[in-house]
């Protein structure tokens, strides 16, 4: 049994540029700013990322709830305490509830210790083989049409298969109908971030004829119940993202019958551990789940690549953009992944199998704290 013990977490406000704005129905961000922590262990240092906002923008948490609940809450039971599995040390946050983006991020120090300290990839360690996962894009909504058909194009041209736009209303049929006219043969993904609502079942209806693989949380986000009514009422198959909040809600979602896929996305639902049970879950009942992509850095990128390596993944990930994009502000530099075509192959070094620039990750910082055990 490993001694599985951090000494110390340093948090880091990072802030990094975008190559450009991007855009969902919800708002628009021109630079990410996220949470890196770094943890002290016996000479290793270790990673994790909480994916958060500085504003509640995609989820109720932000850097701020992650800072405070994750310094008062979740490290003083952990801190310069020994565990022999990541199990134990998420028992000791029994008593807190939610924040999952908290719990995410430090749960993710405890794999990637675990990794270096048995000098076993993150992907071995979840037990998959898989060595390459499909990447597919993901499309601001823009106010040029053929802006985004050019955008298409180019990743097209790059080997990629699958593309998801950002739709809202007012910005579906007519995008969808071009990309269809364009390139007939790419997998067609829409994601609405919950714009509608069961008021647009009509124009939801009219979505069918595009034959796409999913449309991403139409409805309000938490919402299971009516997204099982547009279930009945639509063709195209119903993936939940910000529905999809934990593992009950997805055991909920599933016996109602409000969706055809599940999104994980690992810093929403609690980490990799609950991550692993909502993919066996969904996998048992022959319900594809996928990855979703929030923007942070190649520490999610590699733990990412890792988890869609599991069976369940039939859709893997949406981050395409990372790899294919002038990369601007990055502290885990690109050539680290081998990518060829739509495929990039899953880090097989201990733990997250990546390293850190921490010239540039120090660049990037706007503040810190450090957190020791007592
Ligand atoms: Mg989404």
């Known amino acids: 049994m490993p001694d ?38 016996d000479g290793l240092t270790v990673y994790g990322e909480a994916n958060v906002d500085a504003q509640p923008f995609y989820t109720s948490e932000t850097i701020g709830t992650v800072w405070q609940i994750a310094s008062q809450c979740l490290l003083p039971k952990i801190l310069g305490k020994t565990f022999e599995s990541i199990a134990q ?12 983006f908290a719990k995410a991020a430090i749960e993710h120090l405890f794999w990637d210790l675990l990794g270096k300290q048995t000098g076993r990839s993150l992907q ?18 823009v106010s040029n049409l053929q802006g985004l058909l050019d955008e298409i194009g180019a990743v097209q041209e790059e080997g990629i298969r699958r593309v998801k736009i950002k739709i809202q209303p007012g910005w579906d049929s007519e995008p969808l109908h071009a990309i269809r006219r364009e390139y ?20 939801l209806k009219n979505l069918d004829q595009f034959g796409m693989a999913m449309i991403e949380q139409p409805l309000t986000a938490g919402d299971i119940v009516d997204h099982a009514e547009l279930r009945r009422k639509i063709k195209t198959p119903i993936c939940l993202d910000e529905s999809a909040h934990d593992f009950h809600t997805v055991q909920s979602a599933l016996k109602i019958g409000a969706c055809d896929i599940i999104n994980i996305k690992v810093g929403r639902v609690g980490g990799l551990s609950e991550s692993l049970k909502i993919h066996d879950l969904c996998h048992a009942q022959n319900v ?25 993944f039939s859709f893997p990930t949406d981050h395409a953009i990372d790899f294919l994009q002038e990369p601007l502000d990055h502290f885990v530099e690109r050539e680290q992944f081998v990518r060829r075509g739509a495929f990039v192959e899953v880090p097989q070094k201990p733990g997250i199998g ?11 910082t706007l503040h810190r704290e450090k957190f020791a055990a007592k």
């Open 89 to 100: 040390v998420r028992a000791t946050w029994a008593g807190v509830r939610g924040h999952e």
């Open 124 to 141: 071995s360690l979840l037990g998959r083989e898989k060595t390459e996962i499909e990447i597919g894009t993901s499309h601001s909504i």
């Open 184 to 203: 007939s043969a790419l997998t067609l993904l829409a994601d609405a971030n919950g714009a509608y609502d069961l008021s647009h079942r009509a124009q």
């Open 288 to 312: 594809p789940v996928w990855c979703g992509r929030r923007t942070g850095s190649g520490i999610t990128i590699a733990s990412e690549l890792a988890l869609s390596s599991l069976p369940g």
């Open 4 to 41: 599985l013990k951090l000494d110390a977490v340093e948090f880091l406000h990072v802030k990094r540029r975008l190559p450009h704005p991007f855009t969902i129905s919800v708002g628009s961000i021109a630079a990410r700013e996220f949470l890196v922590m770094r943890g002290h262990a």
């Open 354 to 364: 990546v390293q850190v620039n921490e010239k540039m990750l120090e660049k990037l």
